[in-house]
């Protein structure tokens, strides 16, 4: 099979009719040139010097070496390989909490803040691993699938807050859930999911969802943010009641704290592990270890390489080039016969001429060979 990797450059082609036709133009107005401002006898002699047949062609090397040229930029390919693609990896859900709770101030700067400080250093480490995000509060959804797009999957992150929660609230059972059906095709062994979050649920239902993972055999590996003390729940979009801190219907400042015993059950029964982000605690190091060190092959696929075939145009293009140039474009000089050029007149008989160029006496007479 022949094909052009880059076809688009095909239309460099056009530069060869281009090139004929300002040639003819050249040689015509250099022609008319000669005539007009030339003594007659000057012009001939010139026009005799030069090989009209090798500059013809000269010049048809020259518009063969372009468009072979053109070609070589088309990039040519024919004759083909198969490749294995392997990729080695993991395939990482990570489900934020972007519940109101997440403003909380335990921890600096805060809670949500803090939390995608450390999923973006996740993020930063992962090497050949995939990883999608799941946002939740009330409700889950997907807010990117698995990419191996480390950038992209850092703008995902960064535009996670409450604000795009429609429904506000904790719920861990449906986090969960869509993190399992985001790895659906994925094989076992190379699913993990992380949940991060302050672990305060609200909707119930956690039972049924860590018994899917189970059944599923992922490991479910959840980080609490926060402390276990009881902080005030700052009032960030001033829907809280009045003042900096929000307030229930009774007047009183709602308080929120982190539930390490739910997050901490989760990871158990599913066999993950369990990690807090707290004021000073030392990041996710463990966690990004438990994640980098699979390195099974996540999966395998072959492919059909076409070789590239351009030099073979660009190698017959610069021998067209180096011909050319090697071509002579001038007739060579008539050599000098015992001191004299034997030429011809336009009737074609021979004259005899000193080395000065001087016509001998015997001019017009038929020159011996």
Excluded: C
Excluded at 210 to 235: F, K, Y
């Amino acid at each position: 099979m022949f094909r052009f990797g880059s076809g688009i450059a095909l239309w460099a082609l056009a530069l060869v009719p281009l090139l004929v036709l300002l040639y003819w133009q050249a040689s015509k107005r250099g022609r008319a040139l000669l005539d007009r401002f030339g003594e007659h006898e000057l012009v001939r002699r010139l026009r005799a010097s030069v090989d009209a047949t090798a500059m013809r062609w000269k010049g048809v090397l020259v518009l063969a070496a372009v468009a072979l040229l053109a070609l070589a930029l088309a990039r040519p390919q024919f004759g083909t390989r198969v490749e294995t693609l392997r990729r080695q990896g993991q395939d990482v859900m990570v489900a934020l909490d972007v519940s109101r709770s997440m403003y909380a101030e335990d921890i600096t700067p805060n809670r949500l803040e803090r939390a995608r400080i450390e999923i973006g250093r996740i993020i930063q480490r992962l090497e050949g691993d995939r990883i999608g995000l799941v946002a939740f509060a009330g409700d889950a959804f997907v807010q990117s699938p698995l990419t191996g797009d480390y950038g992209a999957a850092m703008l995902f992150l960064n535009a996670m807050d409450p604000d795009i929660m429609s429904v506000q609230g904790t719920d861990l059972a449906r986090a969960i859930t869509v993190s399992l059906e985001a790895l659906e095709e994925t094989p076992p062994e190379n699913r993990i999911v992380v949940i991060v979050t302050d672990g305060e649920d609200h909707e119930g239902g956690l039972a049924e969802a860590i018994a899917a993972a189970t059944a599923a055999e992922v490991a479910v590996h959840t980080v609490g943010v926060g402390s276990v003390d009881g902080v005030p729940l700052p009032d960030v979009d001033g829907s809280g009641g009045g003042g900096r801190f929000r307030r229930d219907d009774e007047g009183n400042v709602i308080t929120t704290r982190l539930n390490e015993t739910a997050l901490q059950d989760i990871a158990l029964q599913t066999g993950g592990e369990y990690h807090r982000i707290g004021q000073g605690s030392g990041g996710l190091g463990r966690l990004v270890e438990r994640i980098t060190g699979g390195g099974r092959e996540v999966e395998s696929r072959e492919i059909t390489q076409f070789e590239e075939q351009y030099q073979l145009f660009l190698g017959a293009a610069l021998l067209l080039l180096v011909a050319e140039f090697i071509i002579p474009g001038r007739r060579r000089r008539p050599r000098d016969v015992g001191g004299r050029r034997q030429t011809r007149d336009a009737g074609g008989r021979g004259e005899a001429r000193d080395a000065g160029g001087r016509r001998r006496p015997d001019a017009g007479q038929e020159v011996g060979s």
